[in-house]
């Protein structure tokens, strides 16, 4: 039971990695030092796609099923959870591919408007600095 509870645990925890690989650029639009955690999370699950690894938690949570007495699964985390959401079934190494390139493309994307909205408010920051004080 532990053990179920435990694999239950870390899918979810997986699930959410990706979720924070695809989309937690976002949160640097609030948060600027989330960068510096977020870009290692991205390159790594850009990573896995395009060499075609496992990540180290499918196994973990594999192993923690057998031992609840549930039965394993021979496919990686994508292609047994969030494939079948998204896509018909079979993860091909074409979809991997496209899978990487997405990561790495809507994260140039946000980055692009976390740098440009850096920038506009540094110029504001700036601007204010400089400008004499008013006497009224």
């Known amino acids: 039971?532990?053990?179920?509870i435990l694999a239950d645990i870390l899918v979810v925890l997986h699930f959410a990695f990706i979720v924070y690989v695809l989309l937690g650029g976002l949160l640097s639009l609030r948060w600027l030092?989330?960068?510096?955690f977020h870009l290692p999370c991205a390159a790594w699950g850009a990573l896995i796609e395009f060499t075609g690894w496992i990540c180290p938690l499918t196994p973990l949570e594999i192993r923690w099923r057998?031992?609840?007495?549930?039965?394993g699964y021979e496919d990686g985390f994508v292609?047994?959870?969030?494939l079948p959401l998204v896509y018909p079934p079979g993860l091909t190494r074409s979809a991997q591919l496209w899978l990487g390139a997405g990561v790495i493309l809507l994260n140039v994307a946000v980055?692009?408007?976390v740098i440009l909205r850096w920038r506009r408010q540094r110029r504001r920051r700036?601007?204010?600095?400089?400008s004499p004080p008013?006497?009224?």
């Open 1 to 4: 039971m532990a053990y179920e």
């Open 33 to 36: 030092r989330n960068i510096w």
């Open 66 to 71: 057998i031992m609840a007495g549930q039965q």
């Open 79 to 82: 292609s047994h959870y969030i």
């Open 111 to 113: 980055y692009t408007v």
């Open 126 to 130: 700036d601007a204010h600095r400089q």
């Open 134 to 136: 008013q006497n009224t």
